[in-house]
DNA sequence: TTCTCATGTCAACAGCCGTAGAGTTCTGGC
DNA sequence: GCCAGAACTCTACGGCTGTTGACATGAGAA
């Protein structure tokens, strides 16, 4: 028992592996004692590190980039700069595990949990609820973040065929004009 | 003890039961108990009908609709006319609580849930997968799915402002010209 | 009427779960 | 060197889970 000589990084150990397991399994399904297990350590330092696991599954989520910001700021522009910039963004974001995986544990658990359900509207929010510098109309902005949910949730959570699979070259060559289309149709409605 | 006079109608309760729960709670959160406590019947009562909760979860999915099927049906035809159909084929389906449900308790549980996703994958396979009779190319039809799929998740699962509170009239305003614009590439590009 | 079977109840099982708390060992500051 | 506290392990609690099996009862066919 005791504590083990070294620096052992333990916490971060058990972050990670709790980031996983969110992202793969959703809140239920992941418990403190499978992250402990993933960490090769005692359910009970989780506890010690993190106290409850609803604490934990913040501390989970401390997401290393700002999604929406991200895509608000590619948003800028002329249309078909914007929207080229727009995909590229936001896939890159995706085909990158370490940035995809709060995401989907975010989401996974959304779809299934009240409270994470909460936390990401109330995020969504706070980024695009301040309407003022919003870079295009509120119903495009919030059009093309469905959009790319769709394409994200089919590709990458559930997995539909063909768009699991398919090339992302393709995929972006697909996307990219509508994007466009969604950009120019609120622009002139808006003028 | 014992059997209570009269048909009791248990079994399409717990039915009921089951559906409402896996639609608002997904696979995991959903309880044999819990089920049981709401059709006011006792545990081991659902499982002498269905056996397994994985059982009860199948039975429960058993759609009342084809939705597949209606959407590909409504991509029939000029662009301008098939993509009012299927917009307004589709937000007929999700804004009726009896069709809906089973949809949200697949995607719910799809999400968390491998089997649950795999069935998920395969009933769209088996549609889509045909590819013979296919009204679009596969590319699009795909395209459309995961635009639609986006969109009810933003407006029905997560609840994602403004779309959750968007007039149902002007949200299919905002989509009608894009699955058209859609149906049209796809048109184009396949000629 | 009698017999069978679907319907229904109850108690218990083994196995998880989140969390608490006491105890042990090491580290870092003095 | 000492000592407070951080890191860590272990055991245990109450409560929930899916599933089992023994049992009771009423409906419907023979």
């Known amino acids: 028992m005791g504590r083990r000589p070294g620096s052992s990084g333990s916490r971060l150990a058990i972050l990670e592996a709790a980031r996983r397991q969110f992202a793969s399994g959703g809140f239920t399904a992941t418990t403190i004692r499978s992250v402990a297990a993933a960490a090769e350590v005692d359910p ?3 506890v010690h590190f993190f106290r409850t696991k609803d604490a934990l599954f913040v501390a989970a989520l401390e997401l290393p980039i700002d999604l929406p910001g991200e895509l608000l700021a590619a948003m800028r522009g002329e249309p078909a700069e914007a929207a080229e910039r727009l995909i590229s963004t936001y896939f890159a974001i995706w085909e990158n595990p370490a940035t995809a995986a709060p995401l989907t544990a ?23 609820g301040k309407s003022a ?12 973040f469905a959009q790319l949910l769709g394409i994200a949730v089919a590709r990458y959570i559930v997995r539909i065929e063909p768009i699991a ?14 994007a466009e289309f969604v950009l120019a149709r609120g622009d002139a409605s808006a003028s």
């Not at 699979?165 to 509508?178: H, I, K, V, Y």
């Open 44 to 46: 009970g330092l989780v």
């Open 106 to 128: 975010m989401f996974r658990s959304a779809a299934t949990n009240d409270q994470a359900a909460n936390m990401l509207r109330e995020f969504l929010l706070a980024r695009i």
């Open 133 to 144: 510098d919003l870079p295009r109309p509120a119903a495009t902005v919030s059009l093309l």
């Open 165 to 178: 699979s398919m090339e992302l070259d393709q995929l972006a060559r697909e996307l990219t004009p509508l």
